[in-house]
Protein backbone atom coordinates (compact mmCIF):
# COMPACT_ATOMS: atom_id res chain seq x y z
CA UNK A 1 0.00 0.00 0.00
CA UNK A 2 1.42 3.68 -1.06
CA UNK A 3 0.95 6.35 1.93
CA UNK A 4 0.86 9.97 0.89
CA UNK A 5 3.64 10.72 3.42
CA UNK A 6 6.16 7.64 4.06
CA UNK A 7 6.77 6.39 8.04
CA UNK A 8 8.39 8.43 10.07
CA UNK A 9 11.74 7.37 11.38
CA UNK A 10 12.49 8.38 14.87
CA UNK A 11 16.28 8.80 14.73
CA UNK A 12 16.48 10.80 18.47
CA UNK A 13 14.35 7.45 19.90
CA UNK A 14 16.45 5.05 17.94
CA UNK A 15 20.13 6.73 18.94
CA UNK A 16 18.79 6.67 22.75
CA UNK A 17 17.86 2.88 22.15
CA UNK A 18 21.33 2.14 20.62
CA UNK A 19 22.76 4.33 23.73
CA UNK A 20 21.13 1.68 26.09
CA UNK A 21 22.42 -1.63 24.12
CA UNK A 22 25.47 0.29 24.46
CA UNK A 23 25.16 0.50 28.29
CA UNK A 24 23.48 -2.87 28.42
CA UNK A 25 26.56 -4.73 26.44
CA UNK A 26 29.18 -3.24 27.96
CA UNK A 27 28.28 -4.12 31.83
CA UNK A 28 27.83 -7.76 30.29
CA UNK A 29 31.07 -7.80 28.78
CA UNK A 30 32.67 -7.21 31.89
CA UNK A 31 32.11 -10.65 32.34
CA UNK A 32 34.05 -12.40 29.85
CA UNK A 33 36.68 -9.26 30.05
CA UNK A 34 37.14 -10.18 33.90
CA UNK A 35 38.00 -13.86 33.07
CA UNK A 36 41.74 -14.28 33.17
CA UNK A 37 41.37 -12.05 36.51
CA UNK A 38 39.20 -14.72 37.77
CA UNK A 39 40.87 -17.55 36.57
CA UNK A 40 44.24 -16.24 38.05
CA UNK A 41 42.39 -15.27 41.75
CA UNK A 42 40.51 -18.69 41.93
CA UNK A 43 42.64 -20.68 40.71
CA UNK A 44 39.81 -21.93 37.33
CA UNK A 45 40.67 -24.08 34.68
CA UNK A 46 38.83 -23.40 31.12
CA UNK A 47 35.83 -26.24 31.71
CA UNK A 48 34.69 -23.52 34.98
CA UNK A 49 35.45 -20.43 33.07
CA UNK A 50 32.95 -22.01 30.20
CA UNK A 51 30.34 -23.30 32.66
CA UNK A 52 30.15 -19.32 34.13
CA UNK A 53 29.73 -18.08 30.52
CA UNK A 54 26.78 -20.62 30.11
CA UNK A 55 24.82 -20.03 33.25
CA UNK A 56 25.23 -16.01 31.71
CA UNK A 57 23.76 -17.04 28.81
CA UNK A 58 21.01 -19.74 29.86
CA UNK A 59 19.54 -17.29 32.49
CA UNK A 60 19.83 -14.49 29.25
CA UNK A 61 18.30 -16.72 26.63
CA UNK A 62 15.41 -18.56 29.27
CA UNK A 63 13.25 -15.62 29.80
CA UNK A 64 13.44 -13.42 26.50
CA UNK A 65 10.85 -16.00 24.94
CA UNK A 66 8.65 -15.83 27.55
CA UNK A 67 8.76 -11.73 28.26
CA UNK A 68 8.56 -11.62 24.12
CA UNK A 69 5.35 -13.17 24.13
CA UNK A 70 3.93 -11.70 26.92
CA UNK A 71 4.69 -8.12 26.05
CA UNK A 72 3.28 -8.88 21.75
CA UNK A 73 -0.23 -9.32 24.11
CA UNK A 74 0.60 -6.79 27.13
CA UNK A 75 2.93 -4.24 25.75
CA UNK A 76 5.42 -3.19 28.95
CA UNK A 77 7.33 -0.11 27.73
CA UNK A 78 8.63 0.22 31.13
CA UNK A 79 9.76 -3.59 31.71
CA UNK A 80 13.64 -2.42 29.95
CA UNK A 81 14.03 -0.24 33.59
CA UNK A 82 12.80 -3.09 35.31
CA UNK A 83 15.78 -5.60 33.47
CA UNK A 84 18.23 -2.91 34.31
CA UNK A 85 17.65 -3.31 38.47
CA UNK A 86 18.61 -6.95 37.57
CA UNK A 87 21.66 -5.83 35.76
CA UNK A 88 22.60 -3.84 38.26
CA UNK A 89 22.12 -5.97 41.16
CA UNK A 90 24.54 -8.98 39.46
CA UNK A 91 27.23 -6.19 39.30
CA UNK A 92 27.30 -5.08 43.00
CA UNK A 93 27.13 -9.12 43.61
CA UNK A 94 30.28 -9.72 41.22
CA UNK A 95 32.26 -7.29 42.49
CA UNK A 96 31.06 -8.76 46.00
CA UNK A 97 31.41 -11.99 45.21
CA UNK A 98 33.83 -14.47 47.82
CA UNK A 99 33.64 -17.65 45.57
CA UNK A 100 33.05 -19.79 42.28
CA UNK A 101 29.26 -20.42 43.38
CA UNK A 102 28.65 -16.45 44.10
CA UNK A 103 30.31 -15.61 40.73
CA UNK A 104 27.80 -18.23 39.03
CA UNK A 105 24.55 -16.27 40.99
CA UNK A 106 26.13 -12.77 40.04
CA UNK A 107 26.03 -13.66 36.34
CA UNK A 108 22.85 -15.36 36.52
CA UNK A 109 21.43 -12.02 37.71
CA UNK A 110 23.06 -10.19 34.93
CA UNK A 111 21.89 -12.26 32.51
CA UNK A 112 18.25 -12.22 33.64
CA UNK A 113 18.36 -8.28 33.13
CA UNK A 114 19.44 -8.78 29.66
CA UNK A 115 16.75 -10.90 29.21
CA UNK A 116 14.21 -8.70 30.08
CA UNK A 117 15.84 -5.34 28.42
CA UNK A 118 16.22 -7.23 24.73
CA UNK A 119 12.30 -7.47 23.34
CA UNK A 120 11.06 -4.61 24.48
CA UNK A 121 13.80 -2.64 23.37
CA UNK A 122 13.98 -5.03 19.86
CA UNK A 123 10.10 -4.30 19.84
CA UNK A 124 10.97 -0.11 20.10
CA UNK A 125 13.22 -0.54 17.43
CA UNK A 126 11.05 -1.78 15.15
CA UNK A 127 8.37 0.67 16.07
CA UNK A 128 10.60 3.37 15.63
CA UNK A 129 12.10 2.38 12.39
CA UNK A 130 9.35 3.99 9.60
CA UNK A 131 10.33 2.39 6.71
CA UNK A 132 14.62 1.53 7.37
CA UNK A 133 14.33 -1.34 9.12
CA UNK A 134 17.68 -2.30 8.27
CA UNK A 135 19.27 1.68 9.59
CA UNK A 136 17.00 1.18 12.51
CA UNK A 137 18.40 -3.03 13.76
CA UNK A 138 22.11 -1.14 12.52
CA UNK A 139 21.73 1.73 14.89
CA UNK A 140 20.14 -1.12 17.57
CA UNK A 141 23.12 -3.21 17.25
CA UNK A 142 25.88 -1.10 16.55
CA UNK A 143 25.23 -0.03 19.95
CA UNK A 144 25.53 -3.45 21.86
CA UNK A 145 28.57 -4.02 19.62
CA UNK A 146 30.37 -0.81 20.82
CA UNK A 147 29.25 -1.41 24.58
CA UNK A 148 30.55 -5.49 23.89
CA UNK A 149 33.89 -4.11 22.67
CA UNK A 150 34.19 -1.27 25.37
CA UNK A 151 34.56 -4.06 27.88
CA UNK A 152 37.92 -5.36 27.50
CA UNK A 153 39.00 -1.98 27.53
CA UNK A 154 37.42 -0.82 30.24
CA UNK A 155 38.81 -4.20 32.04
CA UNK A 156 42.59 -3.05 30.54
CA UNK A 157 42.60 0.57 31.91
CA UNK A 158 40.50 -0.60 35.61
CA UNK A 159 39.73 -3.82 36.79
CA UNK A 160 43.26 -5.43 35.79
CA UNK A 161 44.96 -2.85 37.99
CA UNK A 162 42.14 -2.05 40.59
CA UNK A 163 40.64 -5.98 41.11
CA UNK A 164 37.31 -7.69 41.21
CA UNK A 165 35.85 -4.65 43.29
CA UNK A 166 36.07 -2.12 40.72
CA UNK A 167 33.27 -3.99 38.86
CA UNK A 168 30.94 -2.34 41.51
CA UNK A 169 31.55 1.24 39.87
CA UNK A 170 30.07 0.23 36.68
CA UNK A 171 26.82 -0.07 38.39
CA UNK A 172 26.74 3.91 37.82
CA UNK A 173 26.06 3.24 34.36
CA UNK A 174 23.17 1.08 34.95
CA UNK A 175 21.13 3.64 36.25
CA UNK A 176 22.47 5.83 33.53
CA UNK A 177 20.43 3.28 31.31
CA UNK A 178 17.50 3.40 33.52
CA UNK A 179 17.02 6.94 33.03
CA UNK A 180 16.96 6.73 29.30
CA UNK A 181 14.83 3.58 29.35
CA UNK A 182 12.47 5.97 31.33
CA UNK A 183 12.11 8.51 28.62
CA UNK A 184 11.83 6.07 25.74
CA UNK A 185 8.88 4.61 27.66
CA UNK A 186 6.93 8.20 27.21
CA UNK A 187 7.73 8.08 23.32
CA UNK A 188 6.55 4.39 23.02
CA UNK A 189 2.86 5.24 23.67
CA UNK A 190 2.62 7.81 20.48
CA UNK A 191 5.48 5.63 17.97
CA UNK A 192 3.28 2.32 18.71
CA UNK A 193 -0.03 3.60 18.08
CA UNK A 194 1.38 4.92 14.32
CA UNK A 195 3.26 1.78 13.75
CA UNK A 196 -0.60 -0.04 14.98
CA UNK A 197 -2.63 1.87 12.39
CA UNK A 198 -0.05 1.54 9.47
CA UNK A 199 -0.15 -2.20 10.22
CA UNK A 200 -3.76 -2.70 10.30
CA UNK A 201 -4.29 -0.77 6.91
CA UNK A 202 -1.95 -3.28 5.30
CA UNK A 203 -3.76 -5.96 7.18
CA UNK A 204 -7.06 -4.70 5.73
CA UNK A 205 -5.65 -4.39 2.13
CA UNK A 206 -4.00 -8.33 2.27
CA UNK A 207 -6.34 -10.46 5.07
CA UNK A 208 -4.96 -13.44 4.25
CA UNK A 209 -1.20 -14.43 5.66
CA UNK A 210 1.80 -13.51 4.07
CA UNK A 211 3.36 -16.44 4.36
CA UNK A 212 2.68 -20.04 4.93
CA UNK A 213 3.82 -22.25 7.88
CA UNK A 214 5.96 -24.53 5.78
CA UNK A 215 8.12 -20.86 4.43
CA UNK A 216 8.18 -20.13 8.42
CA UNK A 217 9.27 -23.22 9.73
CA UNK A 218 11.82 -23.86 7.50
CA UNK A 219 12.69 -19.95 7.30
CA UNK A 220 13.34 -20.34 11.16
CA UNK A 221 15.39 -23.58 11.12
CA UNK A 222 17.64 -22.32 9.13
CA UNK A 223 18.05 -19.35 10.81
CA UNK A 224 18.98 -20.73 13.82
CA UNK A 225 21.14 -23.20 12.67
CA UNK A 226 22.95 -19.80 11.22
CA UNK A 227 22.85 -17.92 14.54
CA UNK A 228 24.48 -21.71 16.39
CA UNK A 229 27.60 -21.41 14.14
CA UNK A 230 27.77 -18.14 14.02
CA UNK A 231 27.53 -17.54 17.69
CA UNK A 232 30.25 -20.45 17.98
CA UNK A 233 32.81 -19.10 16.33
CA UNK A 234 31.87 -15.82 17.82
CA UNK A 235 32.43 -16.89 21.08
CA UNK A 236 35.29 -18.57 20.52
CA UNK A 237 36.56 -15.04 20.11
CA UNK A 238 34.45 -13.71 23.39
CA UNK A 239 35.68 -16.33 26.02
CA UNK A 240 39.05 -17.71 24.72
CA UNK A 241 40.84 -15.26 22.02
CA UNK A 242 43.24 -13.50 25.26
CA UNK A 243 43.83 -16.41 26.26
CA UNK A 244 45.05 -17.64 23.05
CA UNK A 245 46.83 -14.41 22.63
CA UNK A 246 48.81 -15.10 25.54
CA UNK A 247 49.58 -18.78 25.63
CA UNK A 248 50.62 -18.44 21.62
CA UNK A 249 52.19 -15.11 21.44
CA UNK A 250 52.75 -14.37 25.31
CA UNK A 251 51.32 -11.16 25.67
CA UNK A 252 50.26 -9.67 28.91
CA UNK A 253 46.83 -9.25 29.94
CA UNK A 254 46.12 -5.80 29.32
CA UNK A 255 47.98 -6.14 25.47
CA UNK A 256 45.66 -9.07 24.63
CA UNK A 257 42.21 -7.01 26.11
CA UNK A 258 43.43 -4.40 23.71
CA UNK A 259 42.99 -7.05 20.93
CA UNK A 260 40.09 -8.13 21.60
CA UNK A 261 38.57 -4.77 22.11
CA UNK A 262 39.66 -4.48 18.25
CA UNK A 263 37.90 -7.41 17.34
CA UNK A 264 34.74 -6.85 18.77
CA UNK A 265 34.86 -2.73 17.64
CA UNK A 266 34.84 -4.39 14.11
CA UNK A 267 31.74 -6.27 14.84
CA UNK A 268 30.04 -2.92 15.46
CA UNK A 269 30.86 -1.85 11.98
CA UNK A 270 30.02 -4.52 10.60
CA UNK A 271 26.92 -4.77 11.83
CA UNK A 272 25.81 -1.17 10.99
CA UNK A 273 27.17 -1.97 7.60
CA UNK A 274 24.88 -5.24 7.28
CA UNK A 275 21.91 -3.32 8.65
CA UNK A 276 22.31 -0.10 5.67
CA UNK A 277 23.09 -2.44 2.76
CA UNK A 278 20.35 -5.27 3.90
CA UNK A 279 17.79 -2.58 3.04
CA UNK A 280 19.19 -1.54 -0.35
CA UNK A 281 20.16 -5.35 -1.93
CA UNK A 282 18.30 -7.60 0.35
CA UNK A 283 18.61 -9.80 3.64
CA UNK A 284 18.90 -13.31 2.25
CA UNK A 285 22.01 -11.86 0.10
CA UNK A 286 23.91 -10.13 3.09
CA UNK A 287 23.29 -13.39 4.95
CA UNK A 288 25.21 -15.42 2.33
CA UNK A 289 27.93 -12.96 2.60
CA UNK A 290 28.45 -12.45 5.89
CA UNK A 291 28.30 -16.30 6.91
CA UNK A 292 30.37 -18.16 4.09
CA UNK A 293 32.20 -14.95 3.02
CA UNK A 294 34.99 -15.21 6.05
CA UNK A 295 35.90 -19.05 5.26
CA UNK A 296 39.46 -17.91 4.22
CA UNK A 297 40.13 -16.29 6.59
CA UNK A 298 39.07 -18.40 8.93
CA UNK A 299 41.31 -20.95 7.38
CA UNK A 300 44.44 -18.98 7.66
CA UNK A 301 44.00 -17.51 11.06
CA UNK A 302 45.26 -20.31 12.84
CA UNK A 303 48.94 -20.29 11.43
CA UNK A 304 49.51 -16.39 11.24
CA UNK A 305 51.83 -14.63 12.93
CA UNK A 306 50.48 -11.85 15.86
CA UNK A 307 50.43 -9.12 12.89
CA UNK A 308 48.15 -10.88 10.46
CA UNK A 309 46.40 -12.43 13.54
CA UNK A 310 45.23 -8.88 14.57
CA UNK A 311 44.41 -8.51 11.02
CA UNK A 312 42.53 -11.24 10.05
CA UNK A 313 40.61 -11.76 12.83
CA UNK A 314 39.27 -7.68 12.34
CA UNK A 315 38.24 -8.86 8.95
CA UNK A 316 36.86 -12.18 10.14
CA UNK A 317 34.39 -10.18 12.75
CA UNK A 318 33.53 -7.33 10.06
CA UNK A 319 31.69 -9.73 7.69
CA UNK A 320 30.95 -11.92 10.10
CA UNK A 321 28.81 -9.51 12.20
CA UNK A 322 27.06 -7.91 9.33
CA UNK A 323 24.42 -10.90 9.28
CA UNK A 324 22.87 -10.56 12.72
CA UNK A 325 20.59 -7.33 11.80
CA UNK A 326 19.31 -9.19 8.53
CA UNK A 327 18.69 -12.61 10.17
CA UNK A 328 16.65 -10.54 12.65
CA UNK A 329 14.81 -8.46 10.31
CA UNK A 330 14.43 -11.86 8.30
CA UNK A 331 12.66 -13.46 11.17
CA UNK A 332 10.65 -10.50 11.86
CA UNK A 333 9.71 -10.07 7.85
CA UNK A 334 8.12 -14.16 8.27
CA UNK A 335 6.51 -13.20 11.20
CA UNK A 336 5.22 -9.79 11.31
CA UNK A 337 2.97 -9.63 14.12
CA UNK A 338 5.47 -11.48 16.54
CA UNK A 339 7.90 -8.79 17.27
CA UNK A 340 8.36 -9.44 20.57
CA UNK A 341 8.91 -13.40 20.66
CA UNK A 342 11.05 -12.99 17.60
CA UNK A 343 13.15 -10.23 19.39
CA UNK A 344 13.15 -12.79 22.27
CA UNK A 345 13.82 -15.59 20.88
CA UNK A 346 16.98 -14.31 18.60
CA UNK A 347 18.54 -12.26 20.58
CA UNK A 348 18.28 -15.52 23.24
CA UNK A 349 19.47 -17.36 20.93
CA UNK A 350 21.88 -15.46 21.24
CA UNK A 351 22.67 -15.92 24.75
CA UNK A 352 21.73 -19.56 25.14
CA UNK A 353 23.66 -20.82 21.75
CA UNK A 354 26.52 -19.07 22.95
CA UNK A 355 26.32 -20.61 25.91
CA UNK A 356 26.29 -23.66 25.47
CA UNK A 357 29.44 -23.38 22.23
CA UNK A 358 31.43 -21.64 24.93
CA UNK A 359 30.97 -24.83 27.26
CA UNK A 360 32.04 -27.15 25.13
CA UNK A 361 34.75 -25.10 23.60
CA UNK A 362 36.14 -25.01 27.15
CA UNK A 363 36.34 -28.75 27.60
CA UNK A 364 37.91 -29.00 24.03
CA UNK A 365 40.56 -25.77 25.23
CA UNK A 366 41.23 -28.26 28.54
CA UNK A 367 41.77 -31.55 26.24
CA UNK A 368 43.35 -30.40 23.41
CA UNK A 369 44.77 -26.55 23.81
CA UNK A 370 43.72 -23.11 23.06
CA UNK A 371 45.07 -23.55 19.54
CA UNK A 372 42.78 -26.57 18.83
CA UNK A 373 39.67 -24.18 19.64
CA UNK A 374 40.61 -22.11 16.41
CA UNK A 375 41.34 -24.95 14.34
CA UNK A 376 38.37 -26.25 14.96
CA UNK A 377 36.25 -23.35 14.41
CA UNK A 378 38.09 -22.37 11.04
CA UNK A 379 35.40 -24.95 9.42
CA UNK A 380 32.26 -23.31 10.62
CA UNK A 381 31.48 -20.33 7.75
CA UNK A 382 30.88 -23.63 5.67
CA UNK A 383 27.78 -23.45 7.62
CA UNK A 384 26.80 -20.48 5.10
CA UNK A 385 25.77 -23.11 2.44
CA UNK A 386 22.68 -23.78 4.29
CA UNK A 387 21.47 -20.62 2.81
CA UNK A 388 20.69 -22.23 -0.07
CA UNK A 389 17.26 -23.50 1.78
CA UNK A 390 16.48 -19.87 3.11
CA UNK A 391 13.11 -19.11 1.53
CA UNK A 392 13.33 -16.10 -1.07
CA UNK A 393 10.99 -14.11 0.73
CA UNK A 394 9.30 -10.86 -1.03
CA UNK A 395 11.85 -8.64 1.32
CA UNK A 396 10.81 -5.11 0.12
CA UNK A 397 7.13 -5.83 0.22
CA UNK A 398 7.65 -7.06 3.86
CA UNK A 399 9.68 -4.15 5.04
CA UNK A 400 7.27 -1.98 4.17
Not at 35 to 48: A, R
Not at 65 to 78: E, Q
Not at 232 to 254: A, C, D, H, N, V
Not at 255 to 271: D, E, H, N, P
Request: with cysteine; glycine share 10%.
Amino acid sequence: MTFATPPRTYLAVLTALGATHLLNDLMQSLIPAAYPILKQDYGLDFVQIGLITLTFQIAGSLLQPVMGMVTDRYPAPYSPVVGMTFTLSGLVCLALAGSYAAILVAVALIGIGSSIFHPEATRMARYAAGDRQGLAQGIFQVGGQAGGALGPVLAALIIVPWGQPSLAWFAVLALAAMVLLTWIGRQQHSIRAEFTDRSARRRAESPTPQHGAATIAVGLTVLTFLMFTKNTYGESFRSFYTFYLIEKFGLSIPASQMMLFVFLMAAAVGVLIGGVVGDAIGRRRIIWISVLGPLPLTLILPYADLFWTGVLTVAINLVMASAFASILIYAMDLLPNRIGLIGGLFYGLNFGLGGIAAALLGIMADSYGVEAVYRFCAVLPLAGLAVWFLPPIDERRAGR
